[in-house]
């Protein structure tokens, strides 16, 4: 039986511009080295860590988005990606599997190393199905449960 989680917090570690990874690029459908926006984002629920994002944008589509303008606004990502930079994000496919925790993951989570974790990988799209989103979540689920709705 799930268990509806408390006040959730979210925390950006990270927001950068970089040029795309290959697996990035290609699955954003970007030239190799074209700007990206790289989100490392904590989620905690009573305190306790329990989502680590590695959110990955189109630089061009995103241009001006800043760790102070992603931890200023209080709404959801996705209405911060619609209501700043005028991309409606439609549907999504997702992907999930379990994984050790490796070090960094771990520790920005606070469990040991090795902790079984889920590694959920979601694309998500816009208007004519193009790639607008790509994101690897670990998921702590010692005390919650994976529940997906999209859409």
């Known amino acids: 039986q799930g268990v509806e989680p408390g006040p959730m917090d979210s925390r950006v570690l990270e927001?950068?511009?970089?040029?795309?990874?290959?697996?990035?690029?290609?699955?954003?459908?970007?030239?190799?080295?074209?700007?990206?926006?790289?989100?490392?984002?904590?989620?905690?629920?009573?305190g306790q860590p329990t989502v680590l994002d590695e959110i990955w944008l189109p630089g061009a589509q995103f241009r001006g988005l800043t760790a102070e303008r992603l931890s200023a606004y209080t709404g959801p990502l996705y209405g911060l990606f619609e209501e700043e930079f005028g991309t409606?994000?439609?549907?999504?496919?997702?992907?999930?599997?379990?994984?050790?925790?490796?070090?960094?993951?771990?520790?920005?989570?606070?469990?040991?190393?090795?902790?079984?974790l889920l590694l959920v990988e979601r694309v998500t799209l816009t208007y004519e199905d193009r790639p607008v989103e790509m994101r690897r979540g670990h998921?702590?689920?010692?005390?919650?449960?994976?529940?997906?709705?999209?859409?």
Do not use: W
Request: proline share 4%; glycine share 6%.
């Open 139 to 151: 998921y702590v689920t010692r005390r919650h449960h994976y529940l997906n709705e999209l859409g």
């Open 15 to 46: 927001c950068r511009r970089l040029r795309a990874p290959g697996d990035v690029a290609r699955v954003l459908q970007l030239r190799a080295g074209e700007a990206v926006v790289l989100i490392r984002r904590l989620l905690s629920f009573e």
């Open 88 to 116: 409606r994000m439609l549907r999504a496919t997702e992907r999930v599997k379990a994984v050790a925790a490796d070090e960094a993951t771990a520790q920005a989570l606070s469990v040991p190393r090795g902790e079984p």
